[in-house]
C-alpha cells in the first residue's frame, strides 16, 4: 500500500484480557516504530525495529509488552494482561534511513480502550 | 531532568497572521530537530527537519529555526490559512540513534 497501515484501528478489551495490534510498514521501509500516544500528549516511543530485529526496545513500559517483526515486514505489538492504563492509542511508523534522515511515516494508529 | 516543552495552551490566530510555535529542551543534545503537524484522530505527518548545524530551514509558508545555544526551536508558519489549525509536535533525535523524542505539541486555531 501506500501508507503505513495499521489494524483495528479500534480495539475494546477487558482488563486481563490479551491484545494484539498490527502494524504493515511501506514496502522497502527497514526501519519500523511503535509509539503509544496518550489524550493531550506526543507519542512515547516504545521500541525500534531495524530489519527483524529490536535495535531498541527501551521504551516498553513492563513485560506485559512484546513486538515482533519476524520477516522484517509486517510488525505486532502484543499486551498481555491488559491494564486500564494501557488505554492509548498506539501508533506505528516506518522509515528508509538515507536522505531524509529519521523522517519517519506514521499510521493512523489503533485506539486502545482497556475496560 | 531531561524535557522537551511545548506550549500547552492553544495558539489562536487570525487568517492571514503569522503563527510561531516554540519548542524548548534541556539536557538533549539532539542532532536534527523535527516538525510534525498532527490532525485529530489521525497520525503525525513529518513537515520539516533541521540538523543542527542550520540555524534556519524554510519549505513553502513554513520556516524553522534552530538555536543549539538557546536549546530552542521556532516554527513559524505564514499567510496562516484556517486549513493549518492543527496539532504541531517538535521531535528531537540524538546523533547515535534514530529514535524521536516527542514534545507534547500546542494546538493552533486559525479564524477565518
Known amino acids: 500500500g501506500a501508507g503505513v497501515s495499521q489494524t483495528p484501528s479500534n480495539k475494546v478489551t477487558e482488563k486481563g484480557k ?4 498490527r502494524c504493515d510498514p511501506i514496502s522497502g521501509h527497514t526501519a519500523l516504530y ?26 516498553l513500559p513492563n513485560d506485559r509488552f512484546f513486538a ?14 491488559t491494564e486500564r492504563g494501557d488505554s492509548a492509542v498506539y501508533l506505528c511508523a516506518s522509515s528508509s534511513p538515507g536522505e531524509n534522515t529519521g523522517e519517519l511515516f506514521f499510521g493512523e494508529g489503533s485506539r486502545l480502550t482497556v475496560l | 531532568s531531561q524535557k ?18 516554540t519548542c524548548n529542551y534541556t539536557n538533549y543534545s539532539p542532532a536534527y530537530l523535527q516538525w510534525y503537524r498532527q490532525d485529530p484522530g489521525r497520525g503525525p505527518v513529518f513537515l520539516l527537519l533541521i ?34 489549525s492543527a496539532t504541531y ?5 540524538m546523533d547515535s540513534s534514530y529514535k524521536l523524542i516527542f514534545g507534547s505539541g500546542t494546538r493552533l486555531l486559525v479564524r477565518p
Request: net charge negative.
Open chain 1, 18 to 21: 490479551y491484545v494484539e495490534l
Open chain 1, 34 to 59: 511503535w509509539y503509544r500516544q496518550s489524550l493531550g500528549q506526543g507519542p512515547e516511543f516504545l521500541i525500534y525495529f531495524q530489519g527483524t530485529g529490536a535495535a531498541d526496545d527501551s521504551g
Open chain 1, 68 to 81: 515482533v517483526r519476524p520477516e522484517g515486514s509486517v510488525s505486532t505489538l502484543k499486551i498481555q494482561r
Open chain 2, 4 to 21: 522537551i516543552e511545548q506550549n500547552s495552551e492553544a495558539l489562536n490566530i487570525q487568517e492571514g497572521k503569522t503563527a510561531t510555535l
Open chain 2, 51 to 84: 540538523r543542527e548545524n542550520e540555524k534556519e530551514k524554510r519549505k513553502e509558508r513554513l520556516k524553522v529555526t534552530f538555536d543549539t545555544t538557546l536549546k530552542q526551536s521556532l516554527f513559524h508558519i505564514t499567510a496562516s490559512q484556517p486549513a493549518d
Open chain 2, 89 to 93: 509536535l517538535c521531535a528531537l533525535e
